[in-house]
């Protein structure tokens, strides 16, 4: 079992940054991928970054590449996700996961066993 809370959600300006992270339980986090996921009132939750066990390899949405930046601190049972150039559409609930290291690029739900309860990033126009 692995457990895991999120924490560093905001309100912030357009064009500021955050720095979200998820704090793991468990001898086993460096054998997991992360991922974040995001969730928007009234839409679905969406895949937002994804990094795999070692660091090595790291996926990034379209919407949010360039901006956002996923990593991870094995030796802390931490992940990251450093949010800069911040848009209103980013507002949204911030949830982290945690699953198998398998899947190529982590990018469907379905592919990760754990899940935070969420952090709320606001960003105001």
């Known amino acids: 079992q692995v457990q895991l809370v999120e924490s560093g959600g905001a309100l912030v300006q357009a064009g500021g940054s955050l720095r979200l992270s998820c704090a793991a339980s468990?001898?086993?986090?460096?054998?997991?991928?992360m991922g974040w996921f995001r969730q928007a009132p009234g839409k679905e939750r969406e895949f937002v970054a994804s990094?795999?066990?070692?660091?090595?390899?790291?996926y990034y949405a379209d919407s949010v590449k360039g901006r956002f930046t996923i990593s991870r601190d094995n030796a802390k049972n931490t992940a990251y996700l450093q949010m800069n150039s911040l848009k209103p559409e980013d507002t949204a609930v911030y949830y982290c996961?945690?699953?198998?290291?398998?899947?190529?690029?982590?990018?469907?739900?379905?592919?990760?066993?754990?899940w935070g309860q969420g952090t709320q990033v606001t960003v105001s126009s």
């Open positions: 996961a945690a699953g198998p290291n398998y899947y190529s690029d982590g990018r469907l739900s379905p592919q990760y066993d754990y």
């Open positions: 468990g001898r086993t986090f460096s054998s997991y991928k």
């Open positions: 990094i795999s066990n070692s660091g090595r390899n790291t």
